[in-house]
Nanobody, 124 residues
């Protein structure tokens, strides 16, 4: 079992920045590929970014490329999402997820564990 807890969400003006964190406990964090997903009201959950177990490979949705950066610190059992140049369209609940394999995936159903989510609201 892996327990995931997100933090760092909040209210920010368009053009601003936020840094989300996902703290993991339980089994060896470095054995899991990780991902960030988000879900806006009335919309399906969508992939935002993913990172391999070592942090050597990262993946991004086209909508966030160049603005968001995913990273992880396996010594601290924590994954991060640095979000810059935020837009009102980025408003959503952001979830971190873990899958027990090396490579991340953009498909939500391939993740075994999920956090409870953290709200990000970007005002125009």
């Amino acid at each position: 079992q892996v327990q995931l807890v997100e933090s760092g969400g909040g209210l920010v003006q368009a053009g601003g920045s936020l840094r989300l964190a996902c703290a993991a406990s339980g089994r060896t964090f470095s054995r899991y590929a990780m991902g960030w997903f988000r879900q806006a009201p009335g919309k399906e959950r969508e992939f935002v970014a993913g990172i391999s177990w070592s942090g050597g490979s990262t993946y991004y949705a086209d909508s966030v490329k160049g603005r968001f950066t995913i990273s992880r610190d396996n010594a601290k059992n924590t994954m991060y999402l640095q979000m810059n140049s935020l837009e009102p369209e980025d408003t959503a609940v952001y979830y971190c997820a873990a899958r027990s394999t090396v490579v991340a995936s953009s498909r939500a159903y391939e993740y075994n564990y999920w956090g409870q989510g953290t709200q990000v609201t970007v005002s125009s």
